[in-house]
C-alpha cells in the first residue's frame, strides 16, 4: 500500500523559511512518475505549488516562482519544498502528491495525482 507523509510545516514570521518533506513508502519508482505539492486555505480550491518529474525536471506556480524550490533525492522516495521569503498568504495546508504519470502541462490540476498524504499546516504571520 502507498503512503505519502509530509512533515516540515509551522508557524512562521512573514519574510521566514521552511522546509517540507514528503517521504513515499510502498511504491516502486519508475521513469514516469511525477511528484508534487499542493496547498489549500480554508474556504478555497486546492492549488498546485510545484512539482517534478522522475527526471528532476520542475514546475512551480507563478504565485510561488523565485521563492519555492521543489526537488527530489536520488532514490526518488521523498521530496522536498524549500520555502523561502514566505507571505502571510502562503498559509494553508500543504500536501504531497503522487501521479504515475509524467508531469503533463497541466500538472496543477489534482485530478491527475492518484495518491495524497494528509498535509501538514504552513502559517505565516504578518
Known amino acids: 500500500q502507498v503512503h505519502l507523509v509530509e512533515s516540515g510545516g509551522g508557524s512562521v514570521q512573514s519574510g521566514g523559511s521552511l522546509r517540507l518533506s514528503c517521504t513515499v513508502t510502498?511504491?516502486?519508482?519508475?521513469?514516469?512518475?511525477?511528484m508534487a505539492w499542493f496547498r489549500q486555505a480554508p474556504g478555497t480550491d486546492r492549488e498546485g505549488v510545484a512539482a517534478i518529474d522522475h527526471d528532476g525536471s520542475t514546475r512551480h506556480a507563478d504565485a510561488v516562482k523565485g521563492r519555492f524550490t521543489i526537488s527530489q533525492d536520488n532514490d526518488k522516495t521523498t521530496a522536498y519544498l524549500e520555502m523561502n521569503s514566505l507571505k502571510p498568504e502562503d498559509t494553508a495546508m500543504y500536501y504531497c502528491a503522487l501521479s504515475p504519470k509524467v508531469c503533463y502541462y497541466n500538472w496543477y490540476n489534482s485530478r491527475l495525482y492518484k495518491y495524497w498524504g494528509r498535509g501538514t499546516q504552513v502559517t505565516v504571520s504578518s
Open positions: 510502498g511504491y516502486t519508482a519508475s521513469s514516469d512518475e511525477c
